[in-house]
């Protein structure tokens, strides 16, 4: 069974950091996307970043680019987001992903969130 279990996450002020943790069992991730969603209060979930964890390919929305980082860890089978100048606009749960099992959203597995609140 796939599960991914975010960590890292409170309160900061803006221009601060944090660095999110997501450790994941059931598979290794090597070979595999993972990434991280975000939702703010009353909006929509947004992609922020992903990395492909067999040759290091990431990406990340053009509202982070520059301030976060992903990385990965094979031995720990876990994936980071170093988030540096922190903003208020980043107050959002922070979810991470797979899409191990398939393209389609409704396949992909989730962590349980990890909420970032940073404040003015």
């Known amino acids: 069974e796939v599960q991914l279990v975010e960590s890292g996450g409170g309160l900061v002020q803006a221009g601060g950091s944090l660095r999110l943790s997501c450790l994941l069992s059931?598979?290794?991730?090597?070979?595999?996307?993972i990434g991280w969603f975000r939702q703010a209060p009353g909006k929509g979930r947004e992609g922020v970043s992903c990395?492909?964890?067999?040759?290091?390919?990431?990406w990340y929305a053009d509202s982070v680019r520059g301030r976060l980082t992903i990385s990965s860890d094979s031995a720990k089978n876990a994936v980071f987001l170093q988030m540096i100048s922190l903003e208020p606009e980043d107050t959002a749960v922070y979810y991470c992903?797979?899409?191990?099992?398939?393209?389609?959203?409704?396949?992909?597995?989730w962590g349980q969130g990890t909420q970032v609140t940073v404040s003015s």
């Open positions: 990395i492909t964890t067999s040759d290091g390919t990431t």
């Open positions: 059931g598979f290794t991730i090597d070979r595999y996307t």
């Open positions: 992903y797979t899409p191990k099992r398939g393209v389609s959203i409704s396949r992909w597995d």
